[in-house]
């Protein structure tokens, strides 16, 4: 077995993005950026009212006030931008250009109005409710930096940037492979000691959401020809190939060995993470240049979910060419306790909660690798190092949120 964060690197050492493609930028939401989006012009690209008031030369108005001044003109978003006579306010909304010799905005709360007049009770200050001109991004400035995967405000920006279609990392191509003879789609009658496939969706959807187009192969048998066969057509197209179930020592795990008899090369096959132990990463090289990635995990629910969480996301957003490939980690507060063997990292499923403002992960009482219920309900992963032999009620350990993964 290798540790954990070992494990973790020498996968993503091994990748390579995948190659860029121009998308319209209403389909570029969750996407990674591959390319520098740079400031054309200054952002905004005029000074402009923060507020609906009155537009006035604060140099003017001297003395303790109040102030009279006569309401000349009128600037509004979009529309046409009038001058400021001396000795004038000008009628401004929120958006408008500044109109030439002002300086400030008064908000109309703050200038009763009487007819062509509005009275200040002092003067405002220069530059008051009024946006600069590149006071956001200045002329050239980077916006976003390729690697930056586009959030909804990410993609406002690009939209305020005036870029119709960005350059994205394309979607990488997963290929999802579940072997068991016990095996059945959901839904469909099976013999006494069938299970219907679950593992598949988890992988599949979870894969979705970090940015891949899925494959879902047919179920493959515990047989060792036709699994090589499956595994060989399964590479043919994709990026990554993930395999469920067969990776473990049995007579009847047939995966693993059927992963080198069609040309793939495993780095390792053991993690000492639990659940996941026998989670099998390797490359198969392409005769046209390029690699497909490999990875076989577990057959056990939890096990399964777990290892393509910790390894297959991140490798994702690595193809993706994803600046931050891995999911940030919060300190947390343990709500239960368990002991535990050392040597290997553990990964608890956990429902978080706030109590006296802290963050507190309450532990899933069932943490079997078999338990399908502990990935339904949780929504952390609580991480125990390799060297801890126990968990203690209120001890602060670092988690990380599924919804990050």
């Known amino acids: 077995m290798i540790p954990f964060e070992e494990a973790l690197a020498r996968l993503l050492a091994t990748a390579v993005p995948v190659g860029p493609e121009r998308v319209p930028l209403e389909e570029a939401a969750g996407r990674v950026l591959a390319e520098d989006l740079v400031a054309a012009e200054p952002m905004p690209a005029f000074d402009y009212s923060a507020m609906d008031g009155y537009a006035v030369a604060s140099a003017e108005l001297t003395g303790g006030g109040p102030f009279t001044l006569p309401v000349r003109g009128e600037s509004a978003a979009g529309g046409p931008l009038p001058t400021l006579e001396p000795g004038t306010a000008c009628r401004i909304f929120t958006g408008a250009r500044l109109p030439p010799g002002s300086d400030a905005i008064v908000p109309q709360e703050d200038a009763p109005r009487s007819g062509d007049e509005i009275t200040l009770r002092e003067a405002p200050r220069a530059g008051a409710w009024v946006r600069r001109r590149g006071a956001d991004l200045a002329e050239g400035a980077v916006a976003l930096r390729r690697g930056a995967r586009l959030s909804p405000g990410r993609v406002a920006l690009a939209a305020a940037l005036d870029r119709p279609s960005l350059f994205v990392a394309r979607r990488p191509v997963v290929t999802v492979l579940c072997s068991g003879d016990e095996l059945r789609p959901p839904g469909s009658p099976g013999p006494a000691g069938s299970v219907p496939e679950s593992n598949g969706y988890f992988v599949a959807a979870t894969a979705r959401a970090a940015g891949a187009a899925v494959r879902v192969a047919p179920f493959v048998p515990d047989d060792a020809a036709r699994a090589t066969g499956a595994v060989a057509t399964a590479l043919r197209g994709s990026d990554l190939v993930v395999t469920v179930g067969g990776v473990s020592v049995g007579d009847r795990d047939v995966v693993r060995p059927a992963l080198e008899a ?143 993964i």
């Open 262 to 404: 069609a040309g793939v090369t495993l780095d390792f096959w053991r993690v000492a993470i639990k659940p996941g132990k026998p989670l099998a990463v390797g490359r198969a090289e392409l005769a046209r240049g390029g690699a497909v990635h490999v990875l076989g995990l577990p057959g056990n629910p939890a096990s399964a979910s777990l290892t393509f969480a910790l390894f297959g996301v991140p490798l994702l957003r690595a193809l993706q060419g994803d600046a931050a490939p891995l999911p940030p980690r919060v300190i947390v507060r343990a709500a239960g306790a368990l002991r535990r063997q050392t040597g290997r990292a553990e990964f608890l499923r956990a429902r978080l909660e706030i109590s006296s403002g802290e963050l507190v992960a309450r532990i899933a009482p069932n943490q079997a690798s078999g338990a399908v219920t502990s990935f339904a309900e949780a929504d952390a992963l609580v991480i125990v190092p390799a060297d801890r032999d126990r968990v203690d009620e209120g001890d602060r350990l670092e988690a990380i949120r599924l919804a990050e």
